[in-house]
Structure formats: C-alpha cells, structure tokens
C-alpha cells in the first residue's frame, strides 16, 4: 500500500468496514495516510477519525491545509470534532505552532528506489534527512537524502539509518529548543509527542525568526517597555505597557535621591563632590549593564545553571575589581590635576572600585534571583539594576568622602 498509488489503496480502503480501515491507516506513513483519506469519502473519512486514536488524528489533520481539514472535522459530531481541533492548536510559544506538520517519514525496510518514488510524487523542496518510523510511528532513525540517492535501488532505509540526533518535543517551549541545539548542531529539528511519534520538523528557519523574536522581546522588556509593543503601536497601548514602569523607577530615583540628601551637608561644604558624583554613577552603571547583559545572554542560551550563581558572581565580582582598580587609577589622577587634592583623588579612587565591583556583583546577581523567583529575567531587570548602581555609587562616594573629610 504504501508504493500503490493513492486512488488505488482509497478505492480498496472504502469498500471494508471502518474499524477495519483504521489500524491500516495508523500503520501507513502520514504523508501517505493523509493522501488516501483525502480521497475517501466524506462519511467514511468521519467514521475512520472518530474511531482512530485522537493522538494520531489530530497529527494527521494538522498535516492538511485549513479548508481540506475544515471539511473532514465537519463529518464528525460536534464534540469529537471540537476535541480534535483544539489537539491541532498547540499552545502559543510551543514548538507546534513553529513546526512544518509536513514531514517525510518512511518504514525502515522501504527500499531506496521506492523512497525516492515517494519523494518524486511528493514534490516537496528543501528536503534534507528522510525520517524513519516503526509501525505505530514512533520516531526510529534518519537518512540522509544524498546517501539515499547514491544508494543501491533495492537497499533498505533501515541499512542506511543512524540513530536520530535529537529531538524536540510538541509542547517544548523555544528556550528548550535553543538548549537542544546547543549540545546538537543540526539544519532541522524533528518533532515528537509525548508517544514519541513523528508530528513534524523545526527548520532552521523558523528557529532563527524565533531567536530574534524573543531577543527582541528581551531587551525592550530590560527597559520596562513591553513585549508586545512594536514601533508603530498606538499611543495608548506605548502608555498603558510604559507607565507602571516609569512610576517604578521615579520611586526608584527618590530612593537614589534620599541617599544624596543624607550627605547634604557634605555636599554643601566641599562643592567638588557634586561636579564628580555622575562620574562615579556612570561608571557603576555601565559595569552593572555589562554584567548583566553577559548573564542574560548566559541564562537565554543555557550556558549557566541557577546553580552556576557562585561562578559567575565571583567572576563579575574579580572583573569588577580588577577594571575598576583601573579605571579609578585613570580618574584619581585627573581629579587630582583638576583639584589639586590628594584627599579628593583618593576618595574617588576608593569608592570608585568599590562601586564597580558593588555593580559587577548586582549585575550578574538581579538575573538569575529573577529567574530562582520564576520571572522572566529580562523584565526590567535594567530599571532594578540602575536603581542599585545609583545607590550603591553615591553611598560610597559621598560615605568615604565624610569619613576622609578631614584630607579634603
């Protein structure tokens, strides 16, 4: 049946009884078991998806385009079709809604020659690996297209096939698969339930438009601006995604603020510090975003565990330090040039690196609590880090500076 051309196995398959006609049609290759039912009847085609397995059903109507689908769900009853689409409507963000339901599986003992038929008839382009399944079509193996077109004609899949390399399941969401890839480079992705069964392939495609996707997603939600928001929404839905976030970070800028207002005093009888404290914040600032940039990216693509924090703290901590020792040896001798003040210079010098190894330690530190506290890490992570780098830069500047006023 599966060599036989479709008209002849429909006309076959419409003269026996429905419960004879299904376990035939679970055992046919899904390219071409959608080919024959298209070709059944309308009543036979409801009576052999109601009484098929729902798994295997719902996998087979997923492969048809929407009309021809519509049709065959119409000669069903009203609950087993409403069960049955909803099973062809995968969750937003899951592998299904990305995948190509369309793909090419053969039983291993089909020879070379009948596959490369099968593919002739099909027509399909940008077919890569051949996929093997077993009877109840689990998943078994793969074959490269190029092996079987240089094959012996009468040679077997299965004498071909390696061991597929990876997988990825239905309901598995994008972060999952980008971990996948990363421990398995290949082109393209087959897809299985929770059966194991082959229900489609994730191209290298639509892995990619699905990466930028979310990448995009993740730095306009760093800011506070939301994820759905693109470059032409309209003002309303901007302010009602904007707005929370920007009253979050005006409390925010009081509590930086505050901390200035406690050195008022300090302030106001050595001037100087006012004209340096942005220096010091903006240097912290940058440091946090760095830090959390590179642990954003880390979590996104799975190359750091929750459990990895003490790794990556202590190595943003020593970077923090060692840039920051640096960087303040670079501004205590410009301050010292323009002030003259060995006092002034130091206290730069001191609460600079302090700052920057304050910054390094919360910028790898606010990403991965959010992701232990299972939130999206991305989530204004950038208004909660430039809220501790302020804070945390005028404390020590404007701290070291009253405990050394006395060199001042």
Avoid: C
């Amino acid at each position: 049946m599966e060599v036989a051309p479709d008209s002849e196995v429909a006309e076959l398959l419409d003269r026996e009884p429905a419960p004879s006609v299904v376990p035939v049609l679970e055992r046919l290759s899904a390219d071409k078991a959608v080919e024959v039912i298209a070709r059944l009847g309308d009543k036979r085609t409801g009576e052999v998806l109601a009484l098929m397995d729902a798994h295997r059903a719902s996998s087979l109507l997923a492969r048809m385009d929407e009309e021809t689908r519509e049709a065959n769900l119409a000669a069903l009853d009203q609950s087993t079709a409403t069960d049955l689409r909803a099973m062809t409507q995968y969750p937003a963000g899951t592998v299904g809604t990305m995948m190509d339901p369309r793909v090419t599986a053969f039983r291993p003992d089909t020879t070379a020659g009948e596959a490369l038929g099968r593919l002739r008839t099909l027509g399909r382009k940008r077919i890569q690996d051949v996929f093997l399944v077993d009877d109840e079509g689990r998943l078994v193996g793969m074959v490269p297209l190029q092996d079987i077109a240089v094959a012996r004609a009468n040679e077997r899949l299965g004498e071909l096939a390696t061991p597929p390399v990876a997988s990825a399941q239905v309901t598995w969401r994008l972060e999952a698969v980008l971990e996948e890839l990363e421990h398995h480079r290949v082109t393209a992705l087959p897809v299985v339930d929770f059966d194991g069964r082959l229900v489609g392939l994730l191209r290298q495609g639509e892995l990619l438009k699905s990466a930028q996707v979310q990448a995009a997603a993740s730095l306009v939600s760093m800011v506070g601006a939301g994820k759905e928001e693109r470059a032409l929404s309209s003002p309303l839905f901007v302010v009602r995604k904007r707005l929370p976030w920007l009253q979050i970070n005006l409390l925010t800028a009081f509590l930086a603020a505050a901390v200035v207002g406690i050195f008022e005093s300090t302030i106001a009888q050595f001037t100087a510090l006012a004209v340096l404290l942005p220096v010091v914040a903006g240097q912290s600032g940058n440091t946090g975003a760095q830090a959390l940039a590179v642990t954003m990216r880390g979590l996104a693509l799975r190359e750091i565990r929750l459990k990895s924090w003490p790794r990556v703290v202590v190595k943003e901590i020593t970077a923090g330090f060692l840039n920051g020792l640096a960087v303040a040896t670079t501004t205590a001798a410009g301050v010292y040039l323009w002030s003259r003040s060995t006092g002034l210079a130091l206290v730069i010098f001191v609460s600079m690196v302090l700052s920057m190894v304050i910054a390094g330690f919360s910028g790898s530190m606010v990403p991965i609590v959010l992701s232990a506290l299972r939130q999206d890490p991305a989530q204004s992570s950038s208004i909660v880090l430039t809220t501790i780098t302020d804070v945390a830069g005028f404390l020590s500047f404007l701290g070291i500076a009253t405990l050394l006023s006395g060199m001042l």
